[in-house]
Nanobody, 124 residues
Framework: QVQLVESGGGLVQAGGSLRLSCAASGRTSSSAMGWFRQAPGKEREFVATISWRDSNTYYAESVKGRFTISRDNAKNTVYLQMNSLKPEDTAVYYC??????????????????WGQGTQVTVSS
């Protein structure tokens, strides 16, 4: 069984930064990891993903150049560094893990496990 625990969310002013962390336990090797977000009244949307072996990354257009996903396989942890935050980035952010995928995964249905989410609020 895999458990994912996010941390690092909070309230920040527009233009500020936050760093989210997602600690994984259980069988996590050879797994793609990703971040998604869901704003009130909207569907969950893809933010970023990172592969297991070579740390290939892929980002949503809305966050490209502002957000950076990274991972530390020794610590079973994935990070999301969020810079130049905008009010439209306000959402609950979820990390996810796709067991057995060496590459990246962009679609929510590809992921097997999800964290409980962490709130990010960006004030204008």
């Amino acid at each position: 069984q895999v458990q994912l625990v996010e941390s690092g969310g909070g309230l920040v002013q527009a233009g500020g930064s936050l760093r989210l962390s997602c600690a994984a336990s259980g069988r996590t090797s050879s797994s793609a990891m990703g971040w998604f977000r869901q704003a009130p009244g909207k569907e969950r949307e893809f933010v970023a993903t990172i592969s297991w072996r070579d740390s290939n990354t892929y980002y949503a257009e809305s966050v490209k150049g502002r957000f950076t996903i990274s991972r530390d396989n020794a610590k079973n942890t994935v990070y999301l560094q969020m810079n130049s935050l905008k009010p439209e980035d306000t959402a609950v952010y979820y990390c996810a893990l796709d067991v057995g995928r060496y590459g990246t995964a962009l679609r929510a249905y590809e992921y097997d496990y999800w964290g409980q989410g962490t709130q990010v609020t960006v004030s204008s």
